[in-house]
């Protein structure tokens, strides 16, 4: 898909010689933040195209296309690989900005946050409901799937290539602590079915100052608070990056 004026279409190859291809948003601004989609999604998905026009009122933007997802190669290895993918493209961005920020969502909160834990190359963290750790453990029947079902059928999908994981990744709560001292937005919706806010609660509890939690009331999953009501949302995400790059 061509980039209409304004955005660049790039291609990032990793030490394992996968190319991730990724959208930067130019405003001229020598801050920058990194998106990193949840499962399944990609960065053409009007989700995150309507975000990253939002989000360019305060940086540049790139959204990053995870391994096995919309137009990167490779296969999904269940945030075996990921993390270390997401770090090495923000290093590639540190080049061209002072300022590196990371923001991920459902699955692309645990690559971005354990990318932080692990190489800490962002100044600043954002992470929308991100899981603390990769099991579900809970009953998703609740009123939040009846609500999320219908934007499940209406979402536009592409091919997700995945790979079985050579050991089961640790969860971000074990590693959110070592975040800090960057500054850390930890959202999540009340009414989120799939990664309950609980979730949340508990990475908040073991991440270390500066941080801050923000739980959106009646807000669905991730990416489908972009769909169901973005303000409250965007509306953070602005204010966070704004002032903490």
């Known amino acids: 898909m061509s980039a209409p004026p304004g955005e660049h279409v790039e291609t990032f ?7 991730l291809r990724l959208t930067r948003v130019l405003t001229g601004r ?29 940086a540049d933007v790139a959204t990053m296309d995870i391994r096995g ?9 269940w945030g075996e690989r ?27 909160g645990h690559h971005v946050g354990t990318a932080a834990a692990r190489h800490r190359p962002f100044d600043a963290v954002a992470l929308v409901a991100a899981p603390s750790h990769l099991m579900l453990d809970h009953n998703p029947l609740t009123p939040g799937l009846a609500q ?23 969860g971000l709560a074990s590693v ?10 930890i959202a999540h919706g009340t009414a989120d079915w799939l990664v309950p806010p609980t979730h949340a609660r508990a990475l908040f509890e073991r991440a270390g100052e ?18 169901q009501d973005p303000e409250p949302l965007v509306t953070e995400l602005l204010a966070f990056f704004d002032s903490r790059l």
């Open 13 to 19: 190859r990793t030490a394992d010689g996968v190319s």
């Open 30 to 58: 020598r801050r920058v933040v990194l998106v990193a989609p949840g499962i399944f999604l990609h960065r053409d998905s009007p989700e995150h195209r309507g975000l990253a026009r939002r989000l360019a009122a305060v």
């Open 69 to 77: 997802h919309g137009d990167s190669e490779g296969a999904f290895s």
């Open 82 to 108: 990921e993390p270390d993918d997401v770090a090495a493209v923000a290093a590639s961005l540190r080049a061209h900005y002072g300022r590196v920020g990371g923001l991920g969502f459902s699955f692309g």
């Open 148 to 170: 999320n079902l219908p934007l499940m059928l209406r979402r536009r999908r592409r091919p997700t290539r995945l790979a079985m994981p050579r050991h089961r990744p640790e």
């Open 176 to 185: 959110i602590g070592r975040i800090a001292p960057v500054p850390l937005l």
């Open 210 to 227: 500066p941080k801050s939690l923000v739980m959106l009331d009646r807000a669905l999953h991730a990416e489908y608070i972009l769909v």
